[in-house]
């Protein structure tokens, strides 16, 4: 068993900068890949990024986030970060990491076996 609990969401105006953390507490961390997802009121569940299960060196984005957002983890405080730039009233939804028991991440939700509570992130014009 994994929890996850994601911080640091909150009302950000156009063009600011939020950094999102997602801690992990359970079964070894390192064995988890692990992705970033969002989903605003009436939308579907959007994939934004995910991240190698040993370290940042391998990460790929959603076209939509792509040189805006980062994914990052620190593997010694067991913590996963999104940095977002540049945000945009778009970006404003319920934010969320998840894990899955796998090398790398995936933009498919359904195949994490773990999911955070979700922070909002609301982006003011």
């Known amino acids: 068993q994994v929890q996850l609990s994601e911080s640091g969401g909150g009302l950000v105006q156009a063009g600011g900068s939020v950094r999102l953390s997602c801690a992990a507490s359970?079964?070894?961390?390192?064995?988890?890949?692990m992705g970033w997802f969002r989903q605003a009121p009436g939308k579907e569940r959007e994939f934004l990024a995910a991240?190698?299960?040993?370290?940042?060196?391998?990460?790929y984005y959603a076209d939509s986030v792509k040189g805006r957002f980062t994914t990052s983890r620190d593997s010694a405080k067991n913590t996963v970060y999104l940095q977002m730039n540049s945000l945009k009233p778009d970006d404003t939804a319920v934010y969320y990491c998840?894990?899955?028991?796998?090398?790398?991440?995936?933009?498919?939700?359904?195949?994490?076996?773990?999911w955070g509570q979700g922070t909002q992130v609301t982006v003011s014009s």
């Open positions: 998840a894990a899955v028991q796998a090398a790398m991440g995936t933009a498919n939700w359904d195949r994490y076996d773990y």
């Open positions: 359970g079964r070894a961390f390192s064995n988890y890949a």
């Open positions: 991240i190698n299960r040993y370290s940042s060196s391998s990460s």
